[in-house]
């Protein structure tokens, strides 16, 4: 069954570090997402992303934050200067339709800022 | 934006006994309701999920139900299994291409 794969699984940084999170969608999935869950709370969305750009965002996506599609394959979420509040786990998702399908979530990464 | 509330925040049931775990949602334009499941460390997987044009889904133990004029969709799960505690949580999702919403979460404990 095909699957989202994220890696790291875990990341260790420190404050004010560069964080690269990635994520290899489903092959034929069109719509990419990142969501975070901190420890014991529920999971927030962070930013949709179809197309080559960004369709959604939300207000913790904020300028600290970007997300690339590198190649035919990958999609990163990038931190620029990591703070404690960014401790999480970060999930993948993807989904072949935007407007009616299934979100499809990655194993998720888990990043502990020091 | 969509705001989900998701009640109760934890559950224990014994084994055998049915649970059931409630959403309401803020938005009436949301159209899709799913439901996941995530275990310990691991990511949300989707269990079951409900369109705005059908009341009521069952698949094998699991049902949810929606009231679009209440703004509110259940799960239930029936002769629960240990095999079925995790964090359990509801989404709602508006027209177009908006992202899901996520509700709080609840934890449920199936005791043998």
């Known amino acids: 069954e095909p699957e989202v794969t994220q890696t790291p699984s875990h990341q260790v940084t420190q404050m004010g570090q560069e964080v690269i999170l990635r994520c290899v969608p489903i092959?034929?999935?069109?719509?990419f997402y990142w969501y975070r869950q901190i420890l014991g709370q529920k999971v927030e969305f962070l930013v949709s992303f179809y197309n080559n750009e960004i369709s959604e965002k939300s207000e913790i996506f904020d300028d600290q934050f970007s997300v690339e599609r590198p190649d035919g394959s990958n999609f990163t979420l990038k931190i620029r200067s990591t703070k404690l509040e960014d401790s999480a786990m970060y999930f993948c998702?993807?989904?072949?339709?935007?407007?009616?399908?299934?979100?499809?979530f990655g194993e998720g990464s888990r990043l502990t800022v020091l | 934006g969509e705001n989900v509330e998701q009640h109760p925040s934890t559950l224990s049931v014994q084994e055998g006994d049915s649970a059931v775990i409630k959403c309401t949602y803020s938005?009436?334009?949301?159209?899709?309701f799913p439901w996941y499941k995530q275990e310990l460390g691991k990511g949300p997987q989707l269990i079951i999920d409900i369109r705005s044009n059908v009341g009521e889904k069952k698949d094998q133990r699991i049902a949810v139900t929606l009231n679009k004029t209440a703004k509110h969709f259940s799960l239930h799960i029936t002769e629960t299994q240990p095999e079925d505690s995790a964090v359990y949580f509801c989404a709602a999702k508006g027209t177009g291409r908006r992202a899901l919403t996520f509700g709080s979460g609840t934890r449920l404990q199936v005791q043998p």
């Open positions: 092959s034929n999935h069109l719509y």
């Open positions: 998702a993807s989904s072949e339709s935007g407007v009616t399908g299934e979100l499809f």
């Open positions: 938005d009436s334009a949301s159209n899709y």
